[in-house]
């Protein structure tokens, strides 16, 4: 680990900072590059090593101590609203319902924000695969939070170690953890993985309708209150049919 990474981490064994009591788990999309899988199912129940997508979700989220989750849902919504309803015992489920109209990941957060009752809270992609390293990722997220600087603190994975995945980074960090974009045509050593911890307050304000969560980073990170926090643990990309079975066969090497 860089000793960027490591100034950026910053975690204290000393605090004991609560995570979020509510998650938001984003479910919604059509999954398009995970087809022919997604013709007959959405993508968040998609198996990896033997269990939904979302179902490895729910359990870190579960495991970290979320007590609450809103989940969005668009594509074959009746199935991911059966699949919660069946397998879910242990968390108070909220079903965020854009069945109208697919808001992406920005315009499904405001459409959920009356159900998120706690500032911040967690959002999370559905489609994510991680591994816990030393420190559960939720816990690092909630230890790392400074809600006096930040408006969000994203989990990122050094470009690296991010499996499966083929782009070129998201974004680069400072020693206090700030981020910045990569620059057009660059590469950058940090890469999104799809996990977050929000300020309510980075929704004042947002546009209408569809639109991309990036909008709102642009807006953080203009005004210098976007973090980030490197994850200790695995994370995947599993985007298409392909990855799966790459990130099974990392698992059974580790």
């Given amino acids: 680990m860089t000793a960027q990474q490591r100034r950026a981490l910053r975690i204290r064994p000393d605090i004991a900072a609560p995570v979020p009591r509510t998650a938001m788990v984003m479910a919604a999309g059509l999954g398009k590059r995970m087809r022919p899988l997604t013709a007959t199912r959405p993508k968040p129940l998609v198996e990896v090593a033997g269990k939904a997508l979302l179902d490895h979700v729910l359990d870190r989220l579960r495991?970290?101590?979320?007590?609450?989750?809103v989940v969005n849902v668009h594509y074959l919504a009746d199935s991911l609203e059966a699949h919660l309803h069946a397998r879910v015992k242990d968390l108070d489920v909220a079903i965020s319902d854009e069945r109208d109209q697919l808001l992406e990941t920005g315009g499904?957060?405001?459409?959920?924000?009356p159900l998120i009752d706690c500032d911040p809270f967690i959002a999370v992609n559905?489609?994510?695969?991680w591994v816990d390293g030393p420190t559960d990722a939720l816990k690092l997220l909630a230890s790392q939070w400074d809600s006096e600087k930040m408006d969000c603190l994203l989990l990122l994975v050094p470009l690296a170690r991010a499996g499966n995945h083929s782009g070129v980074g998201d974004f680069h960090m400072d020693s206090a953890g700030r981020l910045r974009r990569r620059a057009s045509g660059r590469v950058a050593p940090f890469v999104f993985t799809g996990i977050q911890m929000v300020a309510q307050r980075l929704l004042d304000g947002a546009p209408e309708g569809p639109f991309s969560t990036n909008i709102l980073w642009d807006k953080a990170i203009e005004e210098g209150r976007c973090f980030g926090t490197v994850h200790q643990g695995l994370w995947f990309d599993v985007g298409t049919p392909g990855a799966i079975r790459a990130t099974e066969e990392a698992?059974?090497?580790?």
């Fill in 63 to 69: 495991a970290a101590g979320i007590e609450r989750v």
């Fill in 108 to 113: 499904g957060l405001v459409r959920a924000r």
């Fill in 126 to 129: 559905s489609d994510n695969f």
């Fill in 251 to 254: 698992l059974e090497r580790e």
